[in-house]
């Protein structure tokens, strides 16, 4: 089955074509603050072309679910719904704290507690706490950086684009050397064995607070 996967949930764009066998066939990669409606499409069919497959040979979406920025999380998850819909795919969600935690380094993680902080743009910080071996010690939540050292004693291993925010609060804290935001590849790989146990997450966005909307009065 050959994976589409693609993430725009925090400051980056990323997307994928991952083979039924493990090989990455197509991966593009791009750094940005905003803008991801008018990236995410273009770099979808340019690692298509690259690939060299047609949507008929595509077996699943993958896509980030969220937490992340509002706007992003939003942009890739309607793109994942219309592709589910115009050609039939399947589409299995995966957090991006899973993604990013799934990036770092085995020797990184040996030993320490692992804290994914993802920049919501806020005063906090969505995190998730993993073990060594990957296995979620908890759900994702917004905290402010103060609360992280109290709640999660060391040694930690801080990663994710929110983690240069957590350093000063988690003093003797560790900063992984992985990527920062969601790998397409990564994701791939996720979203395929989640979907194969029949345990992916629905293409719905996961808020971990409401967004930053001012509703009109309403007169009486």
């Not at 996967?5 to 990669?29: E, I, K, N, P, Y």
């Not at 706007?71 to 795919?89: D, H, K, P």
């Not at 929110?162 to 560790?174: D, I, K, M, N």
Request: charge should be negative; charged fraction near 15%; aromatic fraction near 4%.
């Amino acid at each position: 089955m050959n994976v589409l996967a693609f993430d725009c949930c925090t400051q980056a764009c990323s997307a994928a074509v991952v083979a039924a066998d493990g090989r990455v066939l197509a991966h593009h990669a791009q750094a940005m603050g905003r803008g991801q409606a008018e990236v995410l499409l273009p770099m979808i069919q340019a690692v298509l072309a690259e690939a060299g497959l047609s949507w008929a040979e595509i077996g699943l979406v993958g896509v980030t679910v969220g937490p992340g920025t509002f706007t992003g999380l939003r942009i890739g998850l309607a793109a994942a719904r219309g592709m589910a819909v115009a050609a039939g795919l399947p589409v299995a969600g995966v957090t991006t704290t899973e993604t990013v935690a799934h990036a770092v380094p085995e020797a990184e993680r040996r030993g320490r507690t692992l804290l994914v902080a993802i920049d919501g743009k806020r005063a906090d910080v969505f995190v998730q706490a993993f073990a060594e071996d990957l296995t979620p010690m908890g759900e994702a939540a917004a905290l402010m950086p103060g609360e992280v050292a109290r709640l999660f004693p060391g040694p930690l291993l801080l990663a994710g684009d929110g983690a240069g925010r957590l350093a000063e609060a988690c003093p003797g804290a560790f900063m992984s050397s992985a990527e920062t935001t969601p790998n397409a590849v990564v994701l791939a790989g996720l979203a395929a064995r989640h979907y194969c146990e029949g345990r992916s997450l629905s293409p719905a966005p996961l808020y971990l607070r409401p967004p930053d909307v001012t509703l009109p009065g309403v007169s009486a």
